[in-house]
């Protein structure tokens, strides 16, 4: 189903003599008529003014012919700079049927508006709103030239399938196409099907209107026809019009298609309708009777908005295509309803069997015969999908020892909303007696149609999906004993400054700080290491301390400023209550260049003098991405692919920094807490564990509760408090309190995109991370 052909295209170009080296002279360039075109520019995204958040460039086939656009590229480059199209690229992948659009969603601004249909791809290229070069490329390798300062050599252009140069551009087909502004976009003109070498000619403004692979596709006309859904059969095909193929032959028994390209008629019963607005544009067709091949699939989905209901049994004429990894009909030429029928629908029971795939499901009626756990919920409020897994959720491989990662990506699959639509004003999905649900609420009996899209097979359901209350949310945190409590939380860029790393507009601002105060007046510590408060003299921490006290009574919380907040714009923080404890000593740090965010210390003594000492080293790790301040990761720093991502070694001596600093000030009972940024078997818990420090969680909590953060569809602990042999003498328990990583992010601070009704002023999803709370007995 993957296995896709590469479509060449015939490309011309001429007119690029010696002189287009130089910077003044504007380069023509004439190209043939290409099978795929650049058919939209957007490069305002984000501006102001802007109707959305994103830049984009949208493709389009003018041809009559399916198109692979795996291997190829869109690359930029400015309208007259120096720089090449290499260094702002973006790969594309898929099947671009005939008449089909292409949306490339690109860099956002600073300035939130809109959000773009759904893309079919993404990439991080920033263009100008005004005048630019786009260059649509059957290669992923990026074109070392620009076109007039670097003159791009016959190899070169022999790899342009398209190029669009807009406003003040000085390479371009033609004439320059015009000039764009935030609130217009260039426009191929005739839907995408113009191309007459000439950018000016062929491309004319208006407002922004994106067009993806779920647009109705558009005909070229003039011997260039393409694929549009058929509203009523052609005449002269009816009922009595015989099957030419049956649909497992359409399929076959491997990934793609034997009969791609190839025009079919094929008999069916429909298994469910996703037509209509915001819908999948077609149906999907089932054979009534399975053939003697369980390898191949009896399936397919129909591109076609002829009016057909679940039960009917239709023949369908059309063209047999994959799309996207997908088999399909695209366009159905007829649809002849013939009666009502019946399919049996397949019982799948997870994890498949080893060397199975889901492909001898695709596009089949299914049934899983499982309770199957929500291990995601990260696009449920954007795309409608959640991520499912069989029994239980999904680990990380390196947070605990036992995980099978084999038989995990043989226990997973995606459930979708049967839409195209995002953002959509309420959630598809809820749990019973909940208007949200949590990571872990189950579903069972599963039932729908097993598509593929997107790279992810995935479920449509034909029946109501009823989900249980399997992980309720705990109101509080577990008792954790003692007569002080310590609490590690990362505050999800609590932020002071508008529009930088947190709040957009002072109404977020508020929203998050009174999610804030929720949740720490709820955990009650006598000190909170804090993770992730803007760095601007203490007015964002202040801030928070201030709220805490206009909740919790005048005086409850204090802060403790930091003798070396870093460079970041963040940092690690203190507050204590005074009525509890008391800080002895001044509150200390570490020079290691190794920290860009020092962690912060700090001896704490009963507030009434008796009792023992303890002190907190409060961290905040180098994080897994795979760039930093001074560029990307390189050499021990590199992803090594053992699980860690990248700067894991740079965590390792982090690690090792803070256990020297533990030696150097000569600190007792300490509890080493925060955001380590590395997962509990990983190297950097392993070099704290060798220098004779204790996991609480891993002491304290049942290990299918220790976990504070859900990334990717894999649960595990990032966050931790590690006790050394004296502070273990003082502990008397731990646990950690899940508000945060089990709740969709539709129910964070944030305005844009999320449902109003989801929003409360509590403590769930107060942060992304889990905070944790440690009992003490002094």
Known sequence: ???????????????????????????????????????????????????????????????????????????????????????????????????????????AGSTPSGALPQPDGTGSIN??????????????????????????????????????????????????????????????????????????????????????????????????????????????????????????????????????GQNVRVEGVVTGSFQGSGGLGGFYLQAALPDADPATSEGLFVFSSSPVKTGDRVLVSGKAIEYNGLTEISPATAVNVCGTGTVRRSEIDLPLRKGQTFERYENMLVTFDDDLAISETYNLARYGELLLAEDERLFQPTDRDGVDTDRDARRRVLLDDGSNAQNPPTLPYHTQGSNTVRVGDEVRDLTGVLTYGFDVYRVQPTEPVVFRAKNPRPARPERVGGDVRVASLNTLNWFTTLGSRGATDAGERDRQLAKLVANITTLDPAVAGLMEVERNSDVALNALVDALNAKAGAGTYQAITHP???????????????????????????????????????????????????????????????TDVDGPATGADADQGDGQSCYNAKRVKQAQAVLSLIDELKLKNALVLGDINAYGEEDPIDAFEAGGLTSLSKKYVDEDERYSYVFDGLSGELDHVLADKGARKLVTGATIWHVNADEGRFMDYNTEFNPPYLYAPDAFRSSDHDPLLVGLRL
Request: charged share 10%; with cysteine; glycine share 12%.
């Open 127 to 260: 263009m100008s709103g005004t005048a630019g070069k786009v260059a649509l490329v059957r290669s992923t390798e990026g074109l070392a030239c620009n076109g007039s300062s670097t003159a791009c050599t016959e190899a070169q252009l022999a790899q342009l399938a398209d190029l669009v140069g807009y406003g003040a551009a000085n390479f371009f087909e033609g004439t320059a196409a015009p000039a764009l502004t935030n609130a217009t976009g260039g426009f191929r003109k005739s839907g995408g099907c113009a191309d007459s070498d000439d950018n000016g000619a062929d491309f004319e403004t208006a407002a922004p209107a994106p067009r993806n692979s779920a647009t109705a596709a558009a005909p070229c006309g003039d011997g260039e026809p393409t694929p549009t859904p058929t509203p009523t059969p052609t005449p002269t095909e009816s009922c009595d019009t015989p099957a030419t193929h049956q649909i497992p032959q359409v399929q076959g028994n491997g990934d793609a298609s034997p009969l791609a």
């Open 564 to 626: 070396n907040p870093g460079t970041d714009l963040i940092q690690t923080a203190l507050i204590y209550q005074p009525a509890k404890v008391t800080p002895v000593g001044p509150a200390r740090s570490s020079t290691d260049p190794i920290f860009n965010r020092p962690p912060l210390v700090q001896t704490f003594a009963g507030a009434k003098g008796h009792g023992r000492t303890f002190t907190v080293l409060v961290n905040h790790f180098k994080s897994k991405g795979c």
């Open 1 to 107: 189903m993957r296995v896709k052909s590469r479509v060449p295209a015939i490309l011309v170009v001429a007119g690029l003599a010696g002189s287009i080296a130089a910077l003044s002279s504007p380069s023509v360039a004439a190209a043939a008529p290409g099978t795929v075109v650049i058919s939209q520019v957007y490069g305002g995204g984000g501006n102001t003014g802007a109707p959305f958040s994103n830049d984009y460039v949208e493709l389009f086939n003018r041809s009559t012919a399916p198109v692979s656009l795996d291997g190829w590229s869109v690359q930029y480059t400015s309208a007259s700079g120096t720089g090449s199209f290499a260094s702002n690229k973006a790969d594309l992948s898929g099947t671009l049927a005939p008449g089909q659009y292409h949306l490339l969603q690109l860099a």
